[in-house]
T-cell receptor, first 113, second 113 residues
C-alpha cells in the first residue's frame, strides 16, 4: 500500500514550457486535491475532485488545469509555465470531501526559470 | 532541504519537555480541524483531528484542544523527542459547503537534545 504517489519529484522548466504532474492513490479514496506550498506560506488549494468525473477550482486555479483520469489518478497541467509557478506541489486524497482526513504525497519541487 | 517556512514562527524545546503549538483559525462556522506534521522534504502527515462538538481529543503522546469561543486550536506533544522536529500545520474546513480545508501558515518545532 503506497498511499499517494507523485511524479516527478523534481522538475526544472523554462518560461512558456508545459508539463503535467502525475498523482495516484491506492486507498480507493473518492476525493483528490492539488495544493501548492510556497516559502513562509501554508498550503493553498489549486483544484480538487470530489469524485471521479468531477473537478472544481480551489483558491489559486489560474494557470493550471486538471484531469481526473479515473478514481486512482488526478493530474495537474501547466500549459505555459511562469516563474510565479515555482513552488512545491502536493497531491492529496481523502475518502470523502471536506470533513475528512487528507493524505498527502511526497511532493514535486518545480522551478520555472 | 525543504525551503518551506523560511519565516515561520519557531518553538524551541528541550528533549523530554512538553510542547504546545498554537493556531488561531478563521471561520467560526468551521466544524472540522486537523493537525499535520511536515518533515523536511516530505509531504504533510496526519497527526490528529477534532470535530467542533468536542473540545479535547487525545492520541498517542498528542492532545488537541479546541476553544471555539476564541477560535483557538492547540496541539500538545508530551515528552518531546528529536523525531518530533518538524513544521506543524493546523487546518480547518473553512468553506461553508465543507468542500475545502484551509491551512494555517505553520510553526516550526525544534527539539534540542
Amino acid at each position: 500500500n503506497a498511499g499517494v504517489t507523485q511524479t516527478p519529484k523534481f522538475q526544472v522548466l523554462k518560461t512558456g514550457q508545459s508539463m503535467t504532474l502525475q498523482c495516484a492513490q491506492d486507498m480507493n479514496h473518492n476525493s483528490m486535491y492539488w495544493y501548492r506550498q510556497d516559502p513562509g506560506m501554508g498550503l493553498r488549494l489549486i483544484y480538487y475532485s470530489a469524485s471521479e468525473g468531477t473537478t472544481d477550482k480551489g483558491e489559486v486555479p489560474n494557470g493550471y488545469n486538471v484531469s481526473r483520469l479515473n478514481k486512482r489518478e488526478f493530474s495537474l497541467r501547466l500549459e505555459s509555465a511562469a516563474p510565479s509557478q515555482t513552488s512545491v506541489y502536493f497531491c492529496a486524497s481523502s475518502e470523502v470531501q471536506g470533513v475528512d482526513t487528507q493524505y498527502f504525497g511526497p511532493g514535486t519541487r518545480l522551478t520555472v526559470l | 532541504g525543504e525551503s518551506v517556512g523560511l519565516h515561520l514562527p519557531t518553538l524551541s524545546v528541550q528533549e523530554g519537555d512538553n510542547s504546545i503549538i498554537n493556531c488561531a483559525y478563521s471561520n467560526s462556522a468551521s466544524d472540522y480541524f486537523i493537525w499535520y506534521k511536515q518533515e523536511s522534504g516530505k509531504g504533510p502527515q496526519f497527526i490528529i483531528d477534532i470535530r467542533s462538538n468536542m473540545d479535547k481529543r487525545q492520541g498517542q503522546r498528542v492532545t488537541v484542544l479546541l476553544n471555539k469561543t476564541v477560535k483557538h486550536l492547540s496541539l500538545q506533544i508530551a515528552a518531546t523527542q528529536p523525531g518530533d522536529s518538524a513544521v506543524y500545520f493546523c487546518a480547518e474546513n473553512y468553506d461553508n459547503a465543507g468542500n475545502m480545508l484551509t491551512f494555517g501558515g505553520g510553526t516550526r518545532l525544534m527539539v534540542k537534545p
